[in-house]
């Protein structure tokens, strides 16, 4: 067994169900797998990995912070921490739940930090080129007109101006649900809150983006949105 238990027969009992979750866990989530043989140091599997959740977590960082560079850097921090983490890994979620926890707590932590030190320069969220880019992954064009793909992007840039005046639990329980399609219970994981908390935060989220949104939409009026 994975744990080696030696004591009791009750501590046995706990060790064979923790390795058939282990085993439950590889059998359903492929990124368990694939972050078994990281720990297991077999060729290429971190790079494929991050392969995997690179461009997503950097779209879901730079959504928290603001700021792409700052979203990249947090990203490779995350990635770091789970490679040097992974001679210990042992399943106990979903990969992306662990991911994302790591993420979410880095994010947090970071703007804390940069709280504390308001002088620090910050690059505006909606003059970078790059950004608009991880905003327009998720809001994928439908029609191919040129008027379309400009109101297309003008949309991605007020969801993306919506977004960032929640909070930023708000906005970690939209991203998380909205683009990663998580569970109510895995977010709760994820933020260290209940399922209902969870569900209240999405709710008031909801609210407030339908609020800023929806004057746009039914008008057609950038101006509308931000009068809302």
Not at 18 to 24: A, N, S, T, W
Not at 54 to 75: S, T
Not at 78 to 95: E, M, T
Request: positive net charge; contains cysteine; proline residues 4%.
């Amino acid at each position: 067994m994975g744990y080696g238990y030696v004591l009791g027969g009750g501590d046995r009992a706990v060790g064979v169900e923790v390795d058939h979750l282990e085993q439950q866990l590889e059998s359903r989530d492929p990124d368990v797998r694939l972050m078994v043989q990281v720990r297991n140091d077999i060729p290429g599997a971190f790079e494929t990995l991050v392969e995997r959740y690179q461009n997503r977590l950097v779209g879901i960082l730079f959504h928290l912070v603001g700021n792409v560079q700052e979203a990249e850097d947090l990203c490779q921090e995350v990635f770091l921490r789970i490679y040097k983490a992974r001679k210990g890994y042992r399943p106990r979620s979903k990969f992306s739940t662990w991911l994302f926890t790591i993420a979410n707590n880095l994010a947090l932590n970071h703007l804390r930090s940069r709280r504390r030190s308001p002088g620090l320069p910050i690059a505006a969220a909606g003059t970078n080129s790059q950004a608009a880019v991880f905003v327009g992954q998720q809001l994928e064009a439908r029609e191919g007109t040129p008027s379309a793909q400009m109101r297309q992007a003008e949309l991605a840039d007020l969801v993306r101006e919506a977004v960032a005046v929640l909070s930023e639990d708000q906005k970690m329980a939209v991203l998380l649900n909205k683009f990663e399609e998580m569970s109510y219970a895995e977010i709760a994981t994820i933020m260290g809150r209940s399922p209902a908390a969870v569900k209240s935060l999405l709710a008031r989220a909801r609210n407030q983006l339908r609020e800023r949104l929806e004057p746009y939409l039914l008008t057609g009026q950038r101006g509308a949105a931000g009068s809302a």
